[in-house]
């Protein structure tokens, strides 16, 4: 039914201003405002084209797990450079982190991962493939 449907994702922030320059200014993303009033919102449209869509709710409540990941060829880098830019990274008990806050993980799929959050509280992540 939905086979050739162009979908597309979204999520809820508090702040639409504070998301705009997190995702614009700090993670270098492309982002576009669109609506007035209540029905303000952003697209971000991701290296592969794909758009992302972001809404302020009063009532946001952060996402619990990664909304957004973001594939690097080099994560120690990508890590440093999110630091530099003011991002912490965030560091759970079940997961063995390095000094640098990157898991690194074996077998099948990436093979390092670091996760950090937007200023809303969303979780998203930077990983390294094999």
Do not use: C
């Given at each position: 039914?939905?086979?050739?449907?162009?979908?597309?994702?979204?999520f809820?922030?508090?702040?639409?201003?504070?998301?705009?320059?997190?995702?614009?200014?700090?993670?270098?993303?492309?982002?576009e405002?669109?609506?007035?009033?209540?029905?303000?919102m952003l697209?971000?449209t991701?290296?592969s084209g794909?758009?992302v869509?972001?809404?302020?709710?009063?009532?946001?409540t952060?996402?619990?797990?990664?909304?957004?990941?973001?594939?690097?060829?080099?994560?120690?880098?990508?890590v440093?450079e999110?630091?530099?830019?003011?991002?912490?990274?965030?560091?759970?008990?079940?997961?063995?982190?390095?000094?640098?806050?990157?898991?690194?993980?074996?077998?099948?799929?990436?093979?390092?991962?670091?996760?950090?959050?937007?200023?809303?509280?969303n979780?998203?992540?930077?990983?390294?493939?094999?």
């Amino acid at each position: 039914m939905f086979g050739q449907a162009q979908a597309f994702s979204g999520f809820s922030v508090d702040d639409l201003g504070e998301a705009r320059r997190f995702y614009g200014e700090t993670l270098g993303l492309q982002v576009e405002e669109t609506g007035q009033g209540d029905m303000r919102m952003l697209t971000l449209t991701l290296g592969s084209g794909a758009q992302v869509f972001v809404y302020p709710k009063e009532t946001h409540t952060p996402a619990t797990f990664t909304i957004l990941n973001f594939p690097v060829d080099d994560i120690e880098a990508a890590v440093a450079e999110l630091e530099r830019r003011g991002v912490t990274l965030e560091r759970y008990a079940e997961f063995d982190h390095d000094d640098k806050g990157i898991v690194r993980v074996g077998g099948d799929g990436p093979t390092a991962v670091a996760w950090f959050t937007d200023p809303a509280g969303n979780v998203l992540s930077v990983l390294q493939e094999n």
